[in-house]
């Protein structure tokens, strides 16, 4: 989506603005499904992306790429799919401090 002038911008922005409004109110089941989701679409979109990539860039090797978007959508999502990320974190009672995602 190109954007042509400073209303659409505007508006855009917006957009975005009350997304990260109820975004922040999702509970971490509702997170990690989104991010179960965007880890499955990377992983489907590896070879188009690595086409992309190297079309853009005019270095690289296809092949090497998708291998690269694989490893990468799949591993991200395995090293961080068991993570905490919504509501209280952590609590450390010695310094009062309270970590909140």
Same mark, same amino acid.
């Not at 002038?5 to 855009?12: I, K, M, T, Y």
């Given at each position: 989506m190109a954007v042509t !002038?400073? $209303?659409? @911008? !505007? $508006? @855009?922005v917006e957009r975005v603005k009350k997304a990260q409004r109820e975004y922040a109110s999702f509970t971490q089941e509702q997170v990690d499904k989104i991010f179960r989701a965007a880890a499955l679409a990377a992983a489907d979109a590896r070879i188009p992306l690595a086409k992309m990539a190297v079309a853009e860039s005019g270095m690289g090797i296809v092949e090497d790429k998708v291998i690269k978007n694989h490893f990468a959508s799949e591993y991200i999502y395995n090293a961080y799919k068991d993570e905490k990320t919504c509501g209280v974190l952590s609590e450390d009672d010695t310094f009062g401090t309270i970590t909140i995602a």
């Open positions: !002038n400073v $209303a659409e @911008l !505007n $508006a @855009l």
